[in-house]
T-cell receptor, first 109, second 113 residues
Framework: EDQVTQSPEALRLQEGESSSLNCSYTVSGLRGLFWYRQDPGKGPEFLFT???AGEEKEKERLKATLTKKESFLHITAPKPEDSATYLC??????????FGGGTRVLVKP | DAGVTQSPTHLIKTRGQQVTLRCSPK?????VSWYQQALGQGPQFIFQYYEEEERQRGNFPDRFSGHQFPNYSSELNVNALLLGDSALYLCASSSARGAETQYFGPGTRLLVL
C-alpha cells in the first residue's frame, strides 16, 4: 500500500528564515510526486509535479526536489503570504493520489 | 478559463439523511476524482470517474456512490449519513490525455449533526 509521511507537522518561521519540508514515500512504481498548497477552508492549489529522482522545479520562493525515497520543498526567504498547509501526494498504479498529512507553515513578520 | 467548480459550498445534514454534491471540471478535462478531507488531515481518495464509469475506488463503503455525465460533470452521493462523514469534500479534474495533474475545486464543507 502506498504511504506518504510529511514532516514536520507544523513549522513556525520568521520572515526571511529559509527552511525545508520533507515528504517521505513508499510506493510501487512512482508515476509522479505532487506538491500542493492549501489555505484554510479552500481546495489544494497545484504547485509542482516531479517525475524522476534528481528532478528539481522552482516557483518564486519555492523549490521542490526528488530522490528515490523522499522529496523536499525548500522555502527561501519566506514572506507572511507563504503561510499555508503544504501537501505532498504520490501517484502510482492507477490514477489516485495518496496524500501525506501536510505541513502547516506559519511565517511571522 | 473557469477552474473546477463545486456546489454547494456548505451543507448541514442530520444523521441518516442523504446528500448529493456536484462538480464541474476545468475546461478541457474529462476525468473527475473525489476526495474526503477531515479536519487537520490530508485528502483521502474516494473514487475517480472517466467516460461516465468508475475507474478506480478507494477504501470507502458503498454508501458513497457517484456519477459522471456526458458533459464530464460529476456528482457524489452519500447515503445514510454518519457523524464521521463530516468533512471537506474535494473534487479534482484532470485530462486522461495529459500528464494527469489533478486540479482541485474549492470543496464542499459537509457537517452532519
Amino acid at each position: 500500500e502506498d504511504q506518504v509521511t510529511q514532516s514536520p507537522e507544523a513549522l513556525r518561521l520568521q520572515e526571511g528564515e529559509s527552511s525545508s519540508l520533507n515528504c517521505s514515500y513508499t510506493v510501487s512504481g512512482l508515476r509522479g510526486l505532487f506538491w500542493y498548497r492549501q489555505d484554510p477552508g479552500k481546495g489544494p492549489e497545484f504547485l509542482f509535479t516531479l517525475y524522476s529522482a534528481g528532478e528539481e522545479k522552482e516557483k518564486e520562493r519555492l523549490k521542490a526536489t526528488l530522490t528515490k525515497k523522499e522529496s523536499f520543498l525548500h522555502i527561501t526567504a519566506p514572506k507572511p503570504e507563504d503561510s499555508a498547509t503544504y501537501l505532498c501526494a504520490v501517484q502510482a498504479a492507477g490514477n489516485k493520489l495518496t496524500f501525506g498529512g501536510g505541513t502547516r507553515v506559519l511565517v511571522k513578520p | 478559463d473557469a477552474g473546477v467548480t463545486q456546489s454547494p459550498t456548505h451543507l448541514i445534514k442530520t444523521r441518516g439523511q442523504q446528500v448529493t454534491l456536484r462538480c464541474s471540471p476545468k475546461s478541457g478535462h474529462d476525468t473527475v476524482s473525489w476526495y474526503q478531507q477531515a479536519l487537520g488531515q490530508g485528502p483521502q481518495f474516494i473514487f475517480q470517474y472517466y467516460e461516465e464509469e468508475e475507474r478506480q475506488r478507494g477504501n470507502f463503503p458503498d454508501r458513497f456512490s457517484g456519477h459522471q455525465f456526458p458533459n464530464y460533470s460529476s456528482e457524489l452521493n452519500v447515503n445514510a449519513l454518519l457523524l464521521g462523514d463530516s468533512a471537506l469534500y474535494l473534487c479534482a479534474s484532470s485530462s486522461a490525455r495529459g500528464a494527469e495533474t489533478q486540479y482541485f475545486g474549492p470543496g464542499t464543507r459537509l457537517l452532519v449533526l
